[in-house]
Structures are given as C-alpha cells and as structure tokens.
C-alpha cells in the first residue's frame, strides 16, 4: 500500500495564488514532480492537479479525463474556440462547486517530458481540466468565477 508523497494545498493557502516559475529546463526533477503528482492526483480522485497545488513552484500539470495521463511543462493556450458554462470542483477548494465559462475547444503549446516544444488540441471534458490547471499555474482558482457570474444572474433577474 502506498501513501502519497505530496500533500494537497487548500485555500486559503497563500501558496495557491502564487504565478508558477517557468521551467527552464526539464530534468529528471521534474519528470519525477509529474509522477507524483499523477499518483496524488489518482489517490486523491480528481482529474486534474497543478504543482502549485502540492507546493512546488513550476509551471507544471497533469490532467486524466479518463483518456490517459497528459503531462503538461509550461502550457500556454495559443487558441480557443466557442464557450459553455460547467460546474467545476477543485481539490484545493473542497466541497465547492462552481459553474465557470470555458472555451470548448482549445489549442495548447507545452514542453513534453524530453523537454521538446509540443502541441494538442483538445474539448469536451480534456478541454476544460486543462483550462482549470492552466488557471492554477497564474494563482487563479474557481472562487475567483464566482462574483461575475453571481452578478450575470442579477442581471438576467433584472430582465426577466
Ligand atoms: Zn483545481
């Protein structure tokens, strides 16, 4: 039986607001962080997890919507297509739900874990896990959706 290595930061840990450190260079460090996290990520049942969320300060995420383990170096979204709104958990913000706007589809530049530049396009539920952990690394968290859409609802109150 194996007990995780790393343990989950929840808010209000200042840790969480932080913006990630870029990776530089990626080593056997980091291909080790991403092993376990994936295995944090896995105990802990959640889709998605980011570095900063267990306390190390790299731009670094891994994501499994049930199509496989996708490790993500410093990704940056270069394009997005459509949006909907979903209600979304965070491990960090357990117990909480939050209906935030996504991009549907979107198009992802990342390091791989030899260090090379590469690409993915993805929707559906990858899509948005990955939108979430992208969030995590600039010290964003879905707390953070919920005065805007609380006032979009006022709104449409208002009209109605
Ligand atoms: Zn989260």
């Known amino acids: 039986m194996s007990m995780a290595k790393l343990e989950i930061l929840k808010l209000p840990d200042q840790a969480l607001r932080k913006k990630a450190a870029y990776v530089d260079g990626v080593s056997d460090a980091e291909r ?49 297509e459509g949006s909907s709104v979903a209600e979304e958990g965070c491990l960090s913000v357990p117990g909480l739900q939050v209906r935030v706007r996504r991009a549907n589809r979107i198009k992802v530049t990342f390091f791989n874990e030899k260090g090379e530049v590469s690409r993915l396009s993805a929707d559906g539920l990858a899509s948005r896990a990955i939108q979430h952990e992208i969030d995590h690394l600039s010290g964003r968290l879905i707390v953070d959706y919920l005065n805007p859409i609380r006032r979009l609802l006022a709104c449409f109150c208002r009209r109605t």
Do not use: C, H, S, T
Request: no cysteine; net charge positive.
């Open 32 to 80: 080790r962080i991403l092993l376990d996290m994936a295995e944090a990520m896995y105990l802990n049942k959640g889709v998605g997890l980011a570095a900063l969320q267990v306390g190390i300060d790299k731009q670094l995420a891994v994501i499994d919507v049930g199509e496989g383990l996708v490790k993500l170096i410093n990704p940056a979204i270069i394009k997005r």
